[in-house]
């Protein structure tokens, strides 16, 4: 992991230009794109997707610590906001940050770590209630300040009020998202 990181560094720093006193990638130069992109949208949609990959790579790296992918974090604090009732499946799988269609196996994984416990519904022996077992929330609380660190390093380029502002715009994507899809 580090090897890549520090390749990615020198990639960087040698595809560089400067704006306002800044020294900045340009997309293009990143993605080794000759032309000139499409439009904004297209240039937003390929900065959003590779800035993502970017400010991830530091998260990915204190998850790696605790041998957690970002998805079974996530599925861990999901459970971790329903205790103590805990969520079936296909609850987790509608709450998580990213679509994943292996939340069972996600689910697995956590249960084969202690970090999990499944347990069938007295009421309805069909539905199984997931919840996050006592090893699994201490873990989340072990990590919770280096998951912490890790975020702020990959939006070190924002303050708190472009932090805010990004978020805004992406909320305004994911409203629109929503209208549209509601609307087919």
């Known amino acids: 992991m580090t090897e890549r990181i520090a390749r990615w ?8 230009r400067t704006t306002k006193g800044t ?8 993605i080794k794109q ?30 790696a ?4 992918t970002p998805e079974q974090y996530n599925v861990l604090r999901i459970l971790k906001g329903s205790e103590p009732k805990g969520l079936p499946t296909l609850e987790i799988g509608r709450r998580m940050i990213t679509r994943a269609s292996n939340v069972t196996r996600i689910i697995d994984r ?25 090893a699994g929330q201490k873990m989340l609380n072990e990590m919770r300040t ?6 702020k390093i ?3 380029g924002l303050n708190d009020t472009e932090a805010k502002r990004l978020s805004a715009l992406l909320e305004k994507i994911r409203e629109g998202l929503a209208r549209r899809v509601v609307r087919r």
Request: glycine share 2%.
């Open 110 to 134: 956590l249960e084969a770590k202690g970090l999990a416990i499944r347990k069938r519904d007295s009421r309805d022996r069909r539905v199984v209630q997931i919840r996050i077992s006592a």
């Open 34 to 63: 000759n032309k000139k992109i499409q439009s904004p949208h297209v240039e937003a949609y390929l900065a959003l997707q590779r800035t993502t990959d970017l400010a991830s790579r530091p998260v990915e790296k204190a998850f």
């Open 146 to 151: 280096r998951v912490l660190e890790s975020t």
């Open 9 to 16: 560094r020198d990639f960087y720093t040698s595809n560089q």
């Open 154 to 156: 990959g939006m070190c």
């Open 23 to 30: 020294t900045v990638a340009k997309l293009e130069t990143e």
């Open 65 to 68: 610590k605790w041998k957690l």
